[in-house]
């Protein structure tokens, strides 16, 4: 009797994006694979079988452009069904995509073709971008296809066979320190984080995951990988609805999301606003944020309306996606301060290091994050010298030739094996001579009963030296009788100069198109210049 062939033929197909995240289309092509509610009352389901068919038309129209293998395609588009197949397409075609917003202003957009030198600029076919550079090409499309309106000049493609190692797509990080930095993860490093990920069985085949980042951010890449990789559904929620909390809740109800991903200020003004209506989604029974730490009051809000939800903390950086999932205990007991960023995915490993070099194995001493993967990026587009500075020797065994991420994050590693995050190398910043950790103000102004959120930075005077300020959100109902108690509060547990000289209260934190704190406008606010 024929022994049967291990593995099955599928699983010895090399690791590109879109044999990994097509395959379950064999198993259950009439599964919904996008089901998308743009308007009320109208909800589109696109199966896995249409996905793939969306897919292959596609990919024979990029064919027939002879564009050559590792070409870049600028894919200026929000999370569609569309937009998902296209993006697939282009794995298929052996291209690498650039993900970008549509609102991406037009200097930024400039800079980034100027960077990647794009053969193609592809936007949905009601996209609103016009002038795009003479020299690359343009087209549009929608669920019908791809009509090309400016072809891509003819380049003689040298014959390239595309390769897992191979750039599968560039994203460019805001960078919070100058030029933005063209991240370029290849085939391999993708298909190894889904598959890290997916260890975790957060999905199921019968999920529906809301995905609420823009396209932009590899927060999308996940959710797209998890909802496909698990034989589950993406539903895509417009970054310009998710700041609506009524429109973000219809939403998730006519689509009927069992799980919703986002940064932590997307459940800001839901909370505040509509915490009825968010009790009530009574199908809602997965939390996944990533990006920056969730202020403690509102993940314990959030838990209160959703009792029975499992939530999950993923941290990590664009460099590797992400690195580490851990379940939030619901309910979070009363005295955790910090959460768990729990250990690396199968297959990848968390290493401290302390600023001498050396690998730190004590548990609640801070060092900083190295990440151990097989899902690192390729290296920064064009900048060899940050690639270096990111890319390091590996610690343990620097002739090993192998490298690891160095993320610039601090953390300790609790009693219980899991990692808790410490801020940033760059946040411990000096005020007047002392090194504060604004994370520590943070954490002690959230822990205040009317806060909910909180941000410290140093706030340079206009005199000269530094002062160090805070800006917070109440909880709704609450006023401060007066800013001093929030003052008092802070110098019962803190030293002198780690009080903030001067505490803002504001209505809401402002955001940078990724929902994170945006530190840049808030020192605009207080009227310094960064
Ligand atoms: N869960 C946390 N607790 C605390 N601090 C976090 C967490 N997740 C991040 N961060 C911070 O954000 C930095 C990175 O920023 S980033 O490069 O823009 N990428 C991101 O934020 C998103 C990141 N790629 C990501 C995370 C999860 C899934 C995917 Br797919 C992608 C990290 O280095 C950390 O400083």
């Not at 996606?321 to 979070?332: K, Q």
């Not at 509060?489 to 945006?518: N, S, W």
Request: proline fraction near 10%; include cysteine; aromatic fraction near 6%.
């Amino acid at each position: 009797m024929s022994q049967q062939p291990h593995p099955s033929a599928a699983d010895l197909r090399p690791d590109f994006l879109h044999s990994f995240l097509l395959d379950p289309a064999r198993h259950s092509p009439d599964a919904p694979a996008v089901v998308e509610s743009p308007e009320a009352g109208r909800t589109t389901v696109t199966s896995y079988a249409e996905l793939r068919s969306h897919t292959d038309a596609l990919a024979g129209a990029l064919g027939a452009l002879e564009l050559e293998p590792g070409s870049r395609v600028i894919l200026e588009a929000d999370t569609s069904a569309p937009a998902l197949a296209m993006l697939l397409a282009c794995s298929q075609a052996g291209l690498t995509f650039v993900p970008v917003s549509p609102q991406t202003p037009q200097q930024r957009l400039e800079t980034l073709i100027d960077t990647v030198r794009p053969a193609l600029h592809l936007q949905a076919a009601n996209g609103n971008r016009t002038d795009v550079p003479e020299a690359v090409g343009t087209g549009r499309f929608d669920r019908d296809g791809l009509t090309v309106e400016r072809a891509p000049a003819h380049r003689p493609p040298r014959r390239r066979t595309p390769c897992p190692t191979d750039p599968a797509y560039i994203i460019f990080t805001s960078g919070t320190t100058g030029r933005p930095k063209g991240v370029v993860m290849s085939h391999r490093a993708v298909v190894a984080f889904y598959r890290g990920m997916l260890a975790h069985r957060i999905a199921g085949p019968d999920d529906r995951i809301a995905s609420t980042s823009p396209l932009q951010f590899d927060f999308s890449l996940l959710n797209i990988g998890l909802a496909l990789g698990s034989g589950a559904a993406v539903v895509p929620v417009s970054p310009q609805l998710v700041r609506w909390p009524r429109h973000l809740l219809r939403i998730l109800r006519e689509t009927g999301a069992t799980q919703v991903n986002g940064v932590p200020s997307i459940w800001r003004q839901v909370l505040r606003h509509e915490p009825k209506r968010l009790a009530a989604l009574t199908g809602l029974r997965g939390v996944l944020f990533c990006g920056e730490e969730f202020p403690l009051p509102e993940l314990r809000r959030l838990q209160e309306l959703l009792p029975t939800a499992r939530i999950v903390n993923c941290y990590g950086a664009t460099e590797s996606m992400a690195c580490s999932f851990e379940d939030v205990p619901n309910p979070l007991p009363e005295e955790v301060e910090r959460l768990s960023l729990g250990t690396a995915h199968p297959g990848a490993e968390i290493l401290l290091v302390d600023p001498d070099g050396r690998v730190v194995d004590e548990p609640d001493v801070v060092g900083e994050i190295h990440l151990r993967s097989p899902a690192l990026f390729s290296g920064y587009w064009g900048d060899p010298e940050a690639t270096r500075a990111t890319l390091v020797p590996d610690p343990l065994c620097p002739e090993s030739g192998q490298y690891v991420l160095r993320s610039g994050d601090l953390a300790l590693r609790g009693t219980d094996g899991g990692y808790r995050f410490a801020g940033r190398v760059d946040s411990q910043v000096q005020i007047n001579g002392n090194r504060v950790e604004l994370g520590e103000v943070e954490r002690r102004l959230t822990a205040h009963p009317g806060v909910t959120a909180a941000t410290a930075l140093p706030l340079p005077l206009p005199g000269g030296g530094t002062q160090l300020a805070a800006f917070v959100t109440l909880a709704t109902g609450h006023c401060l009788d007066d800013p001093g108690d929030l003052w008092t509060f802070c110098a019962e547990t803190l030293p002198p100069y780690m009080v903030p000289q001067e505490i803002r209260v504001l209505d809401r934190l402002p955001t940078t198109a990724h929902g994170k704190v945006d530190r840049t406008a808030l020192l605009a606010e207080a009227g310094a210049r960064a």
